[in-house]
């Protein structure tokens, strides 16, 4: 595992997300509560295919909230 990884908060956006992923060049990312707590994965797949499901996608800026499912503990 890696020691400190790039996480993702819970509340990011698509686009927050994204550019995180495009600027540490990650293909996979923790999501964390407000807490550091790991509650999911995101890959940068999931990324790509919420963008090109988006309707209108160039209007929306990227900027839906992504829908975070929790992991049990």
């Not at 020691?3 to 999501?31: G, R």
């Not at 509560?33 to 995101?42: A, S």
């Amino acid at each position: 595992m890696t020691e400190n990884p790039v996480t993702i908060p819970f509340d990011f956006t698509v686009k927050e997300a994204a550019e995180v992923f495009l600027e540490k060049k990650i293909s996979v990312a923790p999501v964390v509560d407000e807490g550091g707590k790991i509650i999911g994965v995101i890959i940068k797949n999931d990324l790509f295919r919420v963008s090109i499901s988006l309707k209108e996608w160039e209007n929306m800026a990227y900027s839906s909230p992504l829908k975070w499912k929790t992991v049990p503990d």
